[in-house]
């Protein structure tokens, strides 16, 4: 079975520039996360989806920051204009159907420089 | 606001010796408890998952206990093994939410 597939996996771009990231869950997971982990820092939480609505977008910074998940599968998370300060790791997970009592699964995440 | 800490940051040990990894949560009420690895470089890999009402869980050598009115878990690692080189992390979901909150990680080395 394919894991949780995130692409790009490296993305070094300027300050000020827009970039994209994408994800593509495990098949038949109803629910989507999206996290950002700094340097020596356990993730967290930016938004969630079931199926293709937001249910939890409390933690994204929606001046800068945008997502979607066009008919509940795939995922885009775009972020304009970039500064410096995001630069991280960007996750993706998906679970089965959310609930709080599904195990989350973990693409490899997309490495952003921001310079 | 649930916090998460894992003690130690970082852990160093000789191949075949048996460790505990603690992570405490301030907050009780939580749906479950998880452990994740994290290898350089990459995403995390799910361990184990305790739900609420379970003490424990156990997944060949790794075994995870809960006290949740103390806010406690352990990860037993036995047997350690150089592959088992990453860093831990341990994460609660909150009672009434579905947002993982983590801890910052314990850093294993297992030196051959």
């Known amino acids: 079975e394919a894991g949780v597939v995130q692409s790009p996996r490296y993305k070094i771009i300027e300050k000020k520039q827009p970039v994209a990231f994408w994800c593509n869950p495990i098949?038949?997971?109803?629910?989507l996360y999206w996290y950002l982990q700094n340097l020596g820092q356990g993730p967290e939480l930016l938004i969630r989806y079931e199926n293709e609505e937001a249910v939890d977008d409390s933690q994204l910074p929606k001046d800068r920051f945008s997502a979607e998940r066009l008919k509940g599968v795939d995922s885009t998370l775009k972020i304009q204009p970039a500064e410096l300060g995001d630069s991280a790791v960007y996750l993706c997970?998906?679970?089965?159907?959310?609930?709080?009592?599904?195990?989350?699964?973990f693409g490899p995440g997309t490495r952003l420089t921001v310079l | 606001k649930q916090e998460v800490t894992q003690i130690p940051a970082a852990l160093s040990v000789p191949e075949g010796e048996n460790l505990v990894l603690n992570c405490s949560f301030t907050d009780s009420a939580i749906y479950n408890l998880q452990w994740f690895r994290q290898d350089p470089g990459k995403g995390l890999t799910s361990l184990l998952l305790?739900?609420?009402?379970?003490r424990e869980q156990t997944s060949g050598r790794l075994n995870a206990s809960l006290d949740k009115s103390s806010g406690r878990s352990t990860l037993y690692i036995a047997a350690s093994q150089p592959g088992d080189s990453a860093t831990y992390l341990c994460a609660v979901i909150q009672g009434g939410s579905e947002k993982l909150v983590f801890g910052k990680g314990t850093k294993l080395t297992v030196n051959p």
């Open positions: 997970a998906s679970s089965f159907q959310g609930g709080g009592t599904d195990t989350q699964y």
């Open positions: 098949s038949g997971h109803n629910t």
């Open positions: 305790i739900q609420s009402s379970q």
